[in-house]
């Protein structure tokens, strides 16, 4: 079983749907999380991170539940430019060390 | 220049070559990763420094894998005898000792490889 699992998509929707992912971990010890952003080709980048307590920024949610060991992201208002992959990434241990997920794939459409 | 930056960005080799990459991470950060993504997969940990020293590596990083960081700034990969699977974008990735709340990493923009 993976560390990190994800729903790879592609997940195909129009421009101002709502859209939401999921994600699984399976170490409990697991202590921060995070969505990343991939573009085709491109590095992976910081989307945001994720909190016991949920939180926000702007369009985007994030929440996480530990008892559960899932993570979420949704998406509101989806625009053309919000077309990438979305990573999972969950850090383990004193190195800081990321784990990702095999990323989900968005596809905005008009 | 306050980014991770890797080099070359582009590799193409013959199979059985040696390859060597090279990554400068932002310059106060003491922690440097490397990591190796596929099409379709998500980045897989290779090895990890804090400053000079070698932390961690992953079962991934074979015999032929060897990585560095002299004076614990700069860091290189080299691959020797490449094989077609080694294909694949090396990814290069720094971050600051003390765990900052909420904080990941900054990648630099890979190295693509290609064993023909």
């Known amino acids: 079983r993976k560390e990190v699992e994800q729903d790879p998509g592609p997940f195909n929707v129009p421009e101002g749907a709502t859209v939401a992912f999921n994600c699984t971990y399976s170490?409990?010890?697991?202590?921060?999380f995070f969505w990343y952003r991939q573009d085709c080709r491109k590095e992976p980048k910081l989307l945001m991170s994720?909190?016991?307590s949920g939180n926000e920024d702007g369009r985007f949610t994030a929440q996480l539940n530990r008892a559960s060991q899932y993570i979420s992201l949704l998406i509101r208002d989806s625009k053309l430019s919000d077309s990438a992959t979305y990573l999972c990434?969950?850090?383990?241990?004193?190195?800081?060390?990321?784990?990702f997920g095999t990323g989900t794939q968005l596809k905005v459409e008009l | 220049d306050t980014g991770v930056s890797q080099d070359p960005r582009h590799k193409i080799t013959k199979r059985g070559q040696n390859v060597t990459f090279r990554c400068d991470p932002i310059?106060?950060?003491?922690?440097l990763y490397w990591y190796r993504q596929t099409l379709g997969q998500g980045p897989e940990f290779l090895t990890y420094?804090?400053?000079?020293?070698?932390?961690?590596k992953s079962r991934l990083l074979s015999d032929r894998f060897s990585a560095e960081r002299p004076k614990g700034s700069f860091s290189t990969l080299e691959i020797q005898r490449t094989e077609q699977g080694d294909s694949a974008m090396y990814l290069c990735?720094?971050?600051?000792?003390?765990?900052?709340?909420?904080?990941?990493?900054?990648f630099g923009s890979g190295t693509r490889l290609t064993v023909v």
């Open positions: 990735a720094s971050s600051p000792t003390v765990r900052v709340e909420g904080y990941g990493y900054t």
């Open positions: 420094f804090q400053n000079e020293a070698q932390l961690e």
């Open positions: 170490n409990s010890a697991s202590q921060s």
């Open positions: 310059s106060e950060h003491n922690r």
């Open positions: 990434v969950v850090s383990t241990g004193g190195g800081n060390k990321l784990t």
């Open positions: 994720v909190y016991s």
